[in-house]
């Protein structure tokens, strides 16, 4: 696991080489390196890499290693799927080097789940836990610019807000005024899985499609049971709760909308403005709607939200 | 000494207040420390897992109220995982088994349910206060208990906690008959509450002095709530939504005209700006204001309220202020004793301030001693200044967006600066850095900052030695959180001893392995190790030369905590 500055110069955890003068030529050299900016480029990929392997695809293995698991189904596993719009990968890339946030729940799933995305530029290094502010006060600023945006545009998909929004605060009597915010985070919502009395937390807007968010729930829920090479490489992996039969699983991914209602995740492009909470439910709940059979397709976990 | 009545020496105890000036006292000899021990009022316990319930209320018979904390602290930065603990039942199940005499509750970072709510609500008849900070694992149900059977709650105090809303008819639960609160803090709650019980609760609640509304609560009724508690001291507005020219504007006015003694105003949750004028009028009389959650006010408006607020000794708001801004602040509250600046959109990394406006509060605000900044950027001529001004800092924590950013001058680390800082205020106890940083920076922490107590680090350092200078150098340390340094088993294993000085010590994305963590258990069996795994399983036989990703050691005499969730493993 590569921590920050630990990957420069291979400083870290060896003590040995370094003298008590605090000019020793070790700590010079550290801080040639930091001050040439090809190097705080090097430092900027190392704080993406939070969740290993950097890039795209890489990683834990997790895309081929994807069938032997439990799985979670969305509403394009059922027969009448509503092809959704292309969500146009909005990184930013006049970002400064720093880091962008994701705070995703304790887990490095942001790296990984948005290095996914095709291979974009992982959106700006999301490291996790920063900036280092309470996730009730992450929560509550994301929620004003959220509130805001959906009163300005209903209807339309988050990723169209128009970058003007970004610094502009807007104000009149009955609106509410917020700095814009792009990637639109949402904050974290519950997860509950039937059967499982302790529920989850996750960053929707770490997410930028169903196949990551599915992805990240079953690693979540349908956990390993067996020691996993964590020193990297791949991983066979044999889950104890694995549900496969002819490709369907027991399991569906539901989530709570303002109005209280459940519903199948995946019909909605507006999913991510409404969902309370989210739910993974017994197929064997969910009346009229019948797991089929469907060849997992690579493209498929692409599609966007 | 010894001829004093045990009467005379509890009166005198009485009035020994602070906690560790009873820690002290109970120390002298073994009579005081009956005596105080038997009479101590107020624990303050600071890991709930460092003692098991059952001691504390041996040794604190009399205790009527107690204060818990649960999570590390950087489980703030969802660095913790959600379930990993802090659960209060057990302790409220055994205060309510061994009949304890609980008057007064503060949580913080832990997870309480309903069924503890109710339980709380049932078991102690004389309860009057409850604090919740930044809990969760509760529903609007559960309050609905606490006001349902607290006949004299004073203090139901929720801040910034994570509560399913049951759509609020808890508001209704207060019966008629309760008349005694004095303190209500909702804002935290996401949903609607009954706005006509609301106004009825108010209105039967003479004592009231604190209330802090949700978004819920429109501006008429506001309006109304304002007449009818015209003595509150601490006001919370919720929604501040309206159109400046209408009627309720105008009796919105009025009614605040009649709240001279609000000296304590935060919310406004969502904002109108143009009605911010009607609050120009008790600004004067505000020594502390919170527009920390107020992002729709633009720094214009702020600066036109701020020019108001002469007597303010405690801000927190939000960068849109500016250095422009924050030089106002610096000119007009010469009272200022603590300032929050957060940024208001963490996630491109555009703070609005820099240095200029940290040197200009500096210079401006002379009582100025606790300070939380996030900024752009910095530079170690900036820090140095602020040092010389500021000798008296007690708590310092700056936070540059960019984690190893250096010096925007100079491009150094900001070791010097940083090194200005512990060697000027000598009464410093908490501190926190940010952007790049070398061991120097420790050698420094180590050789000055003698009172620090707290300290958390984040992408800095080089080797061993940095966390080696902090462990050896700061005498008083008592919570250390490290993430992302490459600080390995040398530095963990230094001095194994120094953990039972301290409270905790976080270390998260370093260089330490499995075998120096078992090793470190193994030596000391009054810490409780441990390694908390999320994604994979941790297993027995795993290599003990991997690294760990996330380890939290405590001291505590309970031993290994039974609660421990499947991936947390206590070596």
């Given at each position: 696991m590569e921590g920050g500055l630990g990957s420069l110069g291979g400083c870290g955890g060896s003590s040995g080489a370094a003298t008590n003068d605090h000019t020793m030529s070790k700590v010079e050299v550290a801080e040639a390196e930091a001050s040439s900016y090809p190097v705080e480029a090097e430092l900027e990929l190392g704080l993406s890499l939070g969740g290993g392997g950097g890039g795209g695809g890489g990683g834990k293995g997790k895309a081929n290693t994807w069938g032997e698991r439990g799985r979670i189904l969305i509403a394009k596993d059922f027969p009448s799927v509503v092809s959704q719009p292309q969500r146009p990968n909005n990184n930013n890339t006049s970002i400064s080097p720093a880091c962008v946030v994701g705070s995703v729940s304790g887990t490095k799933r942001a790296a990984d789940s948005v290095s996914h995305e095709g291979g974009s530029p992982t959106a700006g290094s999301q490291v996790v836990g920063w900036p280092p502010i309470r996730a009730y006060r992450m929560n509550s600023l994301v929620n004003q610019a959220k509130a805001a945006r959906s009163e300005e545009d209903k209807g339309i998909g988050e990723k169209d807000k128009s970058k003007d929004n970004l610094k502009k605060k807007i104000c009149n009597g009955n609106k509410i005024s917020a700095p814009g915010n792009e990637k639109g985070h949402l904050g974290f919502v519950k997860v509950n899985m039937d059967g499982i009395p302790i529920g989850r937390k996750v960053d929707l807007n770490a997410h930028a499609c169903y196949g990551t968010l599915t992805q990240a729930l079953e690693e979540m829920f349908f956990r390993s049971t067996t020691s996993l090479n964590s020193i990297g490489g791949e991983k066979q992996q044999v889950t104890k709760s694995s549900r496969l039969l002819d490709g369907s699983s027991e399991f569906v991914l539901t989530y709570e909308d303002k109005e209280g209602d459940w519903m199948l995740v995946g019909d909605v492009p507006m999913f991510l403005t409404s969902v309370k909470r989210l739910r993974i439910m017994r197929t064997s709940e969910v009346n009229g709607l019948a797991p089929r059979f469907q060849d997992r397709n690579e493209k498929q976990r692409i599609k966007p939200v | 000494m010894n001829y004093f009545p045990d009467e005379v020496l509890e009166h005198i105890f009485d009035f020994v207040t602070s906690q560790r000036d009873r820690n002290s006292v109970s120390q002298v000899c073994k009579p005081w420390y009956k005596i105080e021990s038997s009479s101590r009022p107020k624990v303050f316990v600071g890991n709930c897992y460092a003692i098991s319930p059952q001691r504390v209320i041996e040794r604190f018979p009399g205790l009527k109220s107690i204060t818990l904390k649960g999570k590390p602290h950087f489980a703030d930065f969802n660095l913790v995982p959600h379930d990993w603990g802090g659960f209060v039942y057990p302790w409220i199940e055994a205060f309510a088994r061994k009949s304890v005499g609980l008057e007064e509750l503060k949580l913080k970072r832990m997870i309480i349910s309903d069924e503890c709510l109710e339980l709380i609500s049932r078991s102690f008849p004389n309860f009057k206060s409850l604090v919740l900070v930044?809990?969760?694992?509760?529903?609007?149900d559960g309050l609905a208990a606490i006001a349902s059977n607290c006949r004299f709650l004073r203090e139901l105090d929720l801040q910034e906690n994570d509560v399913e809303d049951h759509r609020g008819h808890w508001l209704s639960c207060f019966p008629d008959t309760c008349t005694s609160l004095v303190s209500l803090n909702f804002a935290c709650l996401k949903g609607e509450v009954n706005l006509a019980a609301l106004e009825r609760l108010i209105a039967r609640s003479p004592n009231l002095r604190s209330l802090r509304l949700n978004h819920a609560v429109p501006l008429d009724v506001l309006q109304s709530i304002l007449i009818r508690a015209p003595h509150l001291v601490d006001l919370g507005v919720g929604s501040y939504v309206n159109d400046p020219d209408s009627e309720t504007y105008n009796k919105l006015v009025m009614a605040i005209r009649n709240c001279m003694s609000v000296k304590s105003l935060s919310g406004f949750l969502e904002v109108a700006p143009p009605c911010l004028s009607a609050f120009h009028l008790i600004c004067p009389n505000l020594t502390s204001l919170n527009l920390s959650y107020a992002p729709g006010i633009h720094g214009t408006e702020l600066i036109k309220l701020i020019r108001h607020c002469r007597k303010l000794q405690r801000l927190w708001i939000l960068d849109c202020i500016g250095d422009g801004g924050l030089e106002v602040v610096a000119s007009t509250c010469k009272d200022l004793q603590e300032i929050r600046v957060f940024p208001?959109?963490?996630?491109?990394?555009?703070?609005?301030?820099?240095?200029a406006g940290l040197v200009a509060l500096s210079s401006g605000c002379p009582k100025l001693h606790s300070i939380l900044y996030f900024c752009q950027q910095m530079t170690n001529a900036a820090l140095i200044t602020v040092a010389k001004n500021c000798p008296n800092f007690t708590r310092f924590r700056l936070c540059i967006l960019d984690p190893t950013k250096p010096d925007a001058e100079t491009n150094q680390p900001f070791d010097e600066g940083f090194g200005a800082i512990v060697h000027s205020c000598k009464g410093l106890r908490r501190l926190s850095m940010a952007g790049l940083l070398t061991d120097q920076v420790f050698l420094y922490i180590g050789m000055h900052a003698k009172q620090l107590e707290m300290l958390s680090i984040a992408f800095a350092g080089n080797t061993d030695k940095g966390m080696q200078y902090l462990l050896n150098g700061c005498k008083k340390l008592r919570k250390l959180e490290i993430r992302d340094c490459p600080f390995g088993n040398a530095a963990l294993l230094m001095?194994?001893?120094k953990y039972e000085t301290m409270r905790s010590l976080w270390m998260s994305s370093c260089e330490v392995t499995l075998e120096a963590c078992k090793s470190l258990a193994k030596k000391m069996p009054r810490l409780n190790v441990e390694i908390i795994n999320?994604?994979?399983?941790?297993?027995?036989?795993?290599?003990?030369?991997q690294k760990v990703e996330k380890m939290f050691l405590y001291r505590t005499l309970a031993g290994r905590r039974k609660d421990a969730p499947e991936f947390v493993w206590t070596l």
């Open positions: - | 930044s809990c969760d694992g509760f529903t609007t208001s959109d963490p996630y491109i990394g555009n703070a609005a301030v820099t240095e001095d194994v001893g999320e994604n994979d399983q941790m297993d027995v036989s795993a290599d003990d030369r």
